[in-house]
């Protein structure tokens, strides 16, 4: 059935998909908007509930203008259930179903794994506002906060964008999933979160900023993947996702480039010429790039962990059911089969890294992460190498090698530097503090985290951004407490 477009913020739920209409599906998400309320006080950002924040909320599904911004205390959020408009005549794009018409409705034979696609995404969602609920104590400054606020309030939204999914399309164990998403919880022992990444902790801001350019762009690629559905509905609620996911990574690549900026300025001042003087860099209450390397070496091989294994079934078979396809599957000039075809991928053989050139369903994975990578890497070029060279400092943040600190997939079972070399689980153990952060390490970062609070001021270790949120002045108040 073709859904409403027009966007109605009368009710409850704002929404485009007739809602209204849809008696049954309305009372379940109103008896879960409840629970899920109360989800936030208790596990969304600790202190901060009554603040009038200076916050965008989805109107419309126009790609211009769909963004309103306002104060919003964060409970008054209006979390909408909001569609990507539905592109007529759309066929399935890949896979063995390819040229069908798209799915409307759950294809009864891929139920199971379209249920488990969508849980997982939905899972992630709520899993990062845990992760970040305690960093508003300690914000770099106004703007930080509210960027950081914003970035949960849009989690929040995708969370209500699965779970629309799931109970309307997937019945009683819809309804049941719903609410397993709000009884797993990050880092918790008895129930975590399904993905590893999603039960680190998120110590401090530099780890947010990182989370933001690192674990945010898996969603980018992830979304993108399941934008290609065959089930429309997933596709267009993902493609519409997208539109806040580039701002969480702008927020990400911005922030350390600001915290890269701010050191760089600090080390010129102080005549500093070899980042690896850390001390002599940490006393001037900056971060030294070494530290930010060492971060970025965690959550990278965090992140490429969510990729699942370089060798999958699971991919193979959601690709060939037409549920999950490839990054920009729709401009990719193949058969969109890949029954016959092959795909380089990187296999430990015999104590070496080798690229062997496998079936490429099965190598699905590997091609997303390869796909991550390549966008990973432009942007910390981008972002954070041209700060640094503009600055005139001798120094390059790189992603390391694949192999590096894994726990999932083909390289889980061994250790490997950051160049990729293999090493024994000694050297690994006495080398560690050379290429993740140590306790000494993490010790520093948090001794920089106190909180700035005065309209237009930051924090020692971070540089204000070149422009304000929605055109503000620089020393706008983007976070009003005493509400
Ligand atoms: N941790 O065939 P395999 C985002 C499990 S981020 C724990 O290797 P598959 C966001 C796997 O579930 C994007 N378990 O991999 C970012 C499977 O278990 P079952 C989130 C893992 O299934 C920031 C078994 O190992 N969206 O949006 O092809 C803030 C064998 O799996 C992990 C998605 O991920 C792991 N890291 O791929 C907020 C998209 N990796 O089923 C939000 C939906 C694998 O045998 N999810 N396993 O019991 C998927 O497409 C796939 O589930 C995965 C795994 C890519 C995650």
Known sequence: MPEAIGVDYDGLIPNNVGLNADRRLRRALESW????????????????????????????????????????????????????????????????????????????????????????????????????????????????????????????RHLWAMVYLLQKYFGRDGREEAEDLLRRHSGNEDSPRLLGAFNEATPDWLAFFMFTFFTDRDGKMQLHALAQSGFDPLSRTCRFMLLEEAHHMFIGQSGVGRIIERTCAAM?????????????????????????????????????DLFGSEISTNAANAFNAGLKGRYLEDQIEDDHLLVDATYPVLRLKDGHIVKQDLPALSALNMRLRDDYVADAASAVERWWNRAIARA????????????????????????????????????????????????????????????????????????????????????????????
């Open 33 to 156: 908007y409840p629970g899920c309320l109360d989800w936030w006080k208790e596990h969304g950002p600790e202190g901060f509930q009554s603040s009038l924040v200076y916050l965008r909320t989805a109107m419309s599904v126009e790609p211009e203008g769909w963004a309103k911004f306002g104060f919003v205390r964060m409970p008054e959020y209006r979390w909408g259930i909001l569609l990507a408009p539905p592109v007529r005549g759309r066929r399935i794009p890949f896979g063995a179903h390819r040229g069908e018409p798209a799915w409307q409705e759950v294809p009864g034979e891929h139920r199971a794994m379209l249920r488990r696609l969508i849980v997982v995404q939905g899972d992630t969602e709520p899993a990062s506002v845990e992760q970040q609920r305690r960093l508003g104590r300690t914000a770099p400054s106004l703007y930080d906060l509210r960027n950081l606020f914003q970035v949960n309030v849009e989690e929040a």
């Open 268 to 304: 010129r001042e102080a005549g500093i010429d070899d980042p690896a003087d850390i001390e002599r860099v940490r006393r001037l209450g900056v971060i030294d790039l070494p530290t930010i390397q060492k971060r970025a070496n965690l959550h990278f091989s965090l992140t490429l």
């Open 392 to 483: 005139g400092i001798g120094y390059a943040i790189h992603l390391p090698h694949v192999a590096f600190n894994r726990r999932i997939g083909e390289f889980a079972a061994i250790h490997a530097d950051p160049e990729g070399n293999i090493m024994g689980a000694e050297e690994w153990q006495r080398r560690r503090g050379e290429f993740l952060p140590s306790a000494a390490d993490d010790a520093f970062v948090a001794s920089l985290m106190r909180p700035v609070t005065e309209p237009g001021q930051f924090a020692s270790w971070i540089a204000p951004p070149p422009a304000g949120i929605d055109g503000k002045p620089g020393d706008f108040e983007y976070v009003k407490f005493s509400q």
